[in-house]
């Protein structure tokens, strides 16, 4: 068997096939609460696991704040909300799932809140796991860092961080200018975290 490398070259399908390989088990619960076109389970035999596929814009339409689970119901959570905050260039479909944020990095910051909150609900203690999906982004010039702000979310809600995954993607980044002021975001991460108690 190869091993499993936290660096991974590739599309999402590749990265989560990777992560469900090492860290989830066949019959266990998985929701996947922004499941949009399912794209993360190209790669998935979904038969192997209890799934729960949701998503804000599907029929039902659920949201990953609000999620109609018992608590302590899953094993494991897929969180992927968008990683960029609304302006006028944001996508048409965040803006039509979410609303448009206020152009501010810190609305970002508390939709990953919200929907790592409701996952310590509904996760089992103790042995519940989340994977979160994110990128860093540039606001007016300047870094964020929106990975080392979802870990201290993650911490801060009572999960330990079991493994970090960083997925580089084989295409060159859209750019909306013809010049450039710093280097273009052309990879992203997944955190793992087990919810202690």
């Known amino acids: 068997m190869e091993p499993i490398l936290t660096a991974i ?3 999402n399908a590749d990265l989560i096939e990777q992560v469900f390989k090492l860290y989830v088990k066949k019959g266990e619960t998985v929701a996947d609460v922004t ?3 399912g794209k993360f389970w190209t790669k998935i035999d979904k038969s192997r696991y209890v799934t729960f596929l949701t998503d804000i814009a599907g029929e039902p339409s ?3 704040r609000s999620l109609p689970y018992a608590a302590e119901s899953m094993d494991v959570l897929i969180l992927d909300p968008p990683y960029m905050h609304g302006s006028e260039t944001a996508k048409e479909s965040i803006t039509n799932c979410y609303g448009r944020l206020s152009g501010n990095h810190n609305d970002v ?3 990953y809140a919200g929907g790592i909150l409701e996952a310590a609900r509904v996760l089992r203690k103790k042995t519940g796991r989340i994977m979160v999906k994110c990128q860093d982004e540039i606001e007016s010039g300047k870094q964020r860092l929106s990975h080392v702000e ?3 979310l993650l911490e801060l809600s009572g999960f330990e961080i079991i493994d ?3 997925l580089v993607q084989n295409t060159i ?3 909306r200018e013809d010049y450039q002021k710093s280097a273009r975001k052309n990879h992203s991460y997944l955190w793992l975290a087990r919810l202690k108690s």
Request: charged share 15%.
């Open 109 to 111: 910051v508390r939709l």
């Open 164 to 166: 970090l995954f960083v």
């Open 35 to 37: 499941y949009g076109l």
């Open 62 to 64: 659920v949201d990953f």
């Open 9 to 11: 070259v590739g599309v």
């Open 173 to 175: 980044p859209a750019m």
């Open 150 to 152: 979802i870990k201290q």
